[in-house]
Each structure stands twice: as C-alpha cells, then as structure tokens.
C-alpha cells in the first residue's frame, strides 16, 4: 500500500509498531511526541525525514531497527535496489533485500525511496557489455520489472543517477552514454512513467547542491522532462564538508520548484576531517539545521534523506581517508549535535532527551566472558575496488576485546582501513580492537571497523576470538 505524506500526517505520534515476523521484529518502541524526535516533527510538516538503511544490519541489529522506526518516516535501500543487487545475470532477478525493507516500512508506516535504476556505477557487467539496441531493450525491461515488482510500495524513484560529469556541465561519459546517446535519459523516463504511473520520478546527483554549472546542466534537462510530463522530482545527494553548505542552496532549490517541480535531499551527509572537536560537532550541527531549515520552508520539498543511521555504517572514511563522522548518531546509537541540529531545523524541540531504544550502557567488567562471531559486509562495490564493514556479535557473554582471521579466497587486499589494527600474511589476515571499541555487551551487534578492499569484493568466513 502506498503511503502518501496526507496520511503519514493523520498518524499519530504515540502508535506502537507491529511485529514484522518475516524479520523476526519485534518492535517496542513507541514514537514520542512531535517535538522530540525527527519523525515527529516531520510528520506535522507533513515531509519525510528518511535514511538509508543497510540490509544486514536491519537483520541482525535490533537497536539499529528500533531506532530507525522511532526517528524516520522514510527509507531507502543503501544498495539493494540498485541494478546489481536486483539483477545480477541477465533475466534473473532477486529482489529479496528490497522486498524486506518494503515490509520493514509498511508496518511501521514508513514511506520508501527507490534508489536506483539506472546508474553507471554499481551495474552488472552483463549489461556494461550490451550496445545499441540490446543495451536500451535491458534498460527498459529492467525499469519495467523493477517498478512493477514494487508498484503501489515505492512511493518515489530515482529513475537516473549521476548522469552530468563534474567537468563544465558536460554528459558524464558512461557505458550508457557511449551506447545510447543522450536520448537513454528520456527513455528510462518514458518506460519507468509506463511502468508505475502512480510514482514520482526525479534524477539526482552530488555537487548539485548549489548553483553552477552541473546544477544548471540538470535545470536544463529538468526543463525538457517536464514539457514531456516525464520528470516530478529533483534529487540532490547533499554529500557536504564540514561548514560549506552553499550560501545559494535555498535559491537553486527554488528554481526547480518554480518549474512544478518537488525537490529532495536524498544523501544528506556532512563529513568532517578527523579527529572531530566539539567545535567542529556543533558547526556540524548548524549545517544539519541549515539543510533541514531549506527543505522545511519549501513549499514542494518532499523530505530530507540521511545517508547512513550511525558514523560508523558512513562511506566516506573508506572514500574519503581522513573524513568521518558525517551522520547523526555515534555508533552507541546515541545522537550527536548534529541530530538536534536537524530536529531544530525540521520546527521541533532540541532541548528534550529522546527516548531510547534499548537498556542504559553500562560498564562492562573488566574482563569479558563472551565469545564472538564475526562477517563482512560489503556496503559499496565501484569496480576497481570495495568497501567491507565488518560487523561482530557478542554471543553469551560480554566481549571486552576482540581478534579476527580470515584467508581471502582469490586475492583481495585491504589498502586503507579504520577503527582496527590489522595485520596481513599473504592471503592472511588479522585484526584487532583499538581499545574504544573493544567492549561489546552481550547479545550486542555493532559495526566494529571498515576498510577498503582491492580486487573483487569478496565475504569470506572470519574467526572472531575474544579477549
């Protein structure tokens, strides 16, 4: 059932969630009053306030889910709606990530984001290897099942992503670009307007933000779509550093809507060079409440999308070396300035504590008595290389420190790497604690560290020991 922003604003604040048994949830949280929490507030401007949400951790991670259903109204797949999780070989199609984050939503009233279906990054390389003809005929039957498999759940689509380079507002020269012509964007507009009537379809890129020459690129392309009655929305990422959020942001988002448009922040992150001071934490804070304040006083802004729950679920340290911190909550899944920042943004209270979603930490005693148990998730694949998070779980008893092993099975590599001492031998490896992030409570999952791999991503069986 689609759920539009007319009836998210009717819900009332205090609804319990159901349990979703085909994820084992069963959620408990209660959402607090309107000036509280993000959700709240969100739903009596009658937007979203959504997030990217990582599959394995909405499995395994029963904080990771209570807090998401408490301060978000909107969701997106971080990866497994994009092309090379749906349709990895040619004419098979697994839409099994989606389909749990569709049933997550509904039955916590949540709207979903569609991200995305077509890309030059994260596409099988079937595809990559079709021309002309065969390539738009795949494109097409790849939109047309994609939105039919989810028509009436899917309230919004990203039909094209990052299609204009960084470089003077040119076309960005990709695979579907050097086989199709330009003419590929009207297209996938065309087929995804035939396959969900009933969705709004935007494009979306980063550096868009402001105004300047790939905005104005995209203000032109906007332009056309909508003479055609092909294009409903315009998606910008918002991947920002710290304190330079455009000074002419509001004014370029206005112009898009001046042409019947609705805007989004769809990616919304601010990273900041590493370590971060508390000064930084609260300019950080003013930036989270400058974006959310634009979106918010917008007629026609649909909502605003954070891209990750916790700094330690974020992309950027493994693309960015040196950065993090970018989210609004820390990895003890409490929030940061940043997350009263926004709250203040979207009209709510910043002074309130928010409820929260599981028992106080306490201080663990000085030795663990746990064991572990250790996997790798791979969170963003480009090609010529990976990100893993690396996500452990303390089984019967408290982890007070903790060693992990693994063998890579065809030559893979880590070339950079946080939050864990890590060691390798040939095709061997071995990581560690680096003292903060040594305590894990029983029963407790937490993304521990993340690295980037070279090669082939890969999730090969680790040994976790614990101290």
Excluded at 154 to 160: L, R
Aim: proline letters at 4%.
């Amino acid at each position: 059932m689609l759920l539009t922003r007319k009836r998210r604003r009717a819900v009332i604040a205090g609804v319990v969630t159901v349990a979703t048994a085909a994820l084992g949830i069963g959620l408990s949280t209660q959402f607090a009053s309107a000036q509280t929490t993000l959700r709240g507030a969100a739903d009596e401007l009658g937007i979203d306030i959504g997030v990217a949400v990582n599959d394995s951790l909405l499995q395994n991670n029963q904080a990771y889910r209570d807090l998401i259903a408490r301060e978000f109204n909107s969701v997106t797949a971080e990866n497994g709606m994009k092309m090379e999780s749906v349709q990895p070989s040619q004419g098979s199609f697994n839409f099994s990530q989606g389909d749990r984050l569709v049933a997550f939503a509904q039955q916590n009233d949540m709207t979903v984001h569609g991200h995305t279906l077509v890309w030059h990054n994260q596409s099988p390389g079937w595809i990559q290897n079709l021309s002309g003809t065969a390539m738009r005929q795949a494109m097409e039957n790849h939109i047309t099942t994609t939105m039919n498999h989810w028509e009436g759940d899917v309230a919004t689509w990203d039909v094209v992503n990052e299609v204009v380079s960084d470089s003077n507002g040119q076309m960005r020269d990709s695979f579907w670009l050097r086989a199709m012509g330009e003419d590929y964007i009207q297209w996938a507009f065309e087929a995804a307007r035939a396959a969900d009537p009933g969705a709004d379809l935007y494009m979306n890129d980063y550096s868009i933000d402001g105004i300047n020459a790939k905005s104005d690129r995209y203000y032109q392309m906007a332009q056309e779509l909508v003479a055609q009655d092909l294009l409903d929305g315009m998606g910008f990422q918002a991947h920002l550093i710290l304190g330079q959020v455009p000074g002419n942001m509001e004014q370029n988002l206005q112009r898009f809507v001046d042409l019947g448009l609705k805007v989004r922040i769809t990616e919304l992150d601010i990273r900041i060079e590493m370590p971060a001071t508390q000064q930084e934490l609260e300019q950080q804070a003013q930036d989270f409440q400058r974006v959310t304040e634009i979106c918010a006083g917008l007629a026609d802004c649909s909502g605003v999308t954070v891209w990750g729950v916790r700094d330690g679920d974020s992309w950027v340290p493994g693309v960015f070396p040196g950065y993090g911190a970018p989210l609004l909550f820390n990895d003890s899944n409490q929030p940061k300035p940043a997350y009263y920042g926004a709250l203040e943004g979207l009209g709510g209270d910043g002074s309130e504590e928010p409820p929260t979603t599981e028992e106080p930490t306490t201080t663990p005693p000085p030795t663990g008595d746990g064991d572990c148990t250790a996997e790798i998730d791979v969170v963003n694949d480009w090609g010529s290389g990976w990100q893993g998070n690396v996500l452990i779980t303390a089984d019967s008893g408290a982890v007070n420190g903790w060693t992990l092993n693994w063998t890579w099975p065809s030559g893979q590599s880590i070339t950079s790497s946080w939050n864990a001492q890590v060691s390798s031998s040939g095709s061997s490896v071995t990581a560690s604690d680096v003292g903060w992030n040594a305590n894990i409570a029983a029963g407790q999952t937490v993304n521990a560290w993340g690295f980037v791999g070279s090669g082939s991503s890969a999730s090969p069986q680790v040994t976790c020991t614990a101290a």
